[in-house]
């Protein structure tokens, strides 16, 4: 199996979603939904589709304000 291969398997790639604010990446492998991200300086996140511009990161030609153009946005924590 070549590494091109083996890095595509499930569970093989990082998630390296970046958390909207502070832009920290999150570590963990792409299949750790639905527990939070976590970035290696502790930071730990949930985040969904931005309501602004519906994920595209971009409205009206420019760059999303809402969420700084990545498509997603922090959700508060229901508790």
Do not use: K, N
């Amino acid at each position: 199996m070549t590494e091109e291969i083996r890095r595509r398997q499930p569970g093989g790639d990082l998630c390296v979603r970046r958390h909207p604010e502070t832009q920290v990446e999150c570590v963990l492998p792409d299949t750790h939904y639905p527990r939070p991200h976590h970035a290696l300086d502790g930071t730990t996140w949930h985040d969904g589709l931005c309501d602004e511009c519906h994920g595209s990161g971009r409205r009206e030609g420019e760059v999303c304000g809402g969420c700084r153009g990545g498509g997603f946005r922090l959700l508060e924590d229901q508790e």
